[in-house]
């Protein structure tokens, strides 16, 4: 995700991960992506994979796929 003011919803993956491991996952993550909070359409912000806007200034805009598993289905 990128934040945009010209964002929309997208359909997202919840997943739990233990507090304790959480360092190590983070650090394990390769730029451009990052972590950082993503509002839920239920006001709820929750740490989430972002990616940094300056790697995505050539890429596709897929949102109005309404999902990345939409998205690779669509690849398929």
Known sequence: ???SEHGAA???ELWAMPAEELGSFV??????LCIGKVEL???RLLS???CE??????ARD???LG??????DSER
Not at 27 to 32: G, H, K, N, Y
Not at 53 to 58: R, T, Y
């Open 67 to 72: 999902s990345w598993r939409a998205y690779l």
């Open 10 to 12: 997208i359909e997202v």
């Open 1 to 3: 995700l990128v934040r």
């Open 41 to 43: 359409a239920d006001g």
């Open 53 to 58: 806007p300056e790697a995505v200034k050539d």
């Open 48 to 50: 989430g994979f972002l």
């Open 62 to 64: 897929i949102t109005a």
């Open 27 to 32: 650090e394990a993550i390769p730029s451009p």
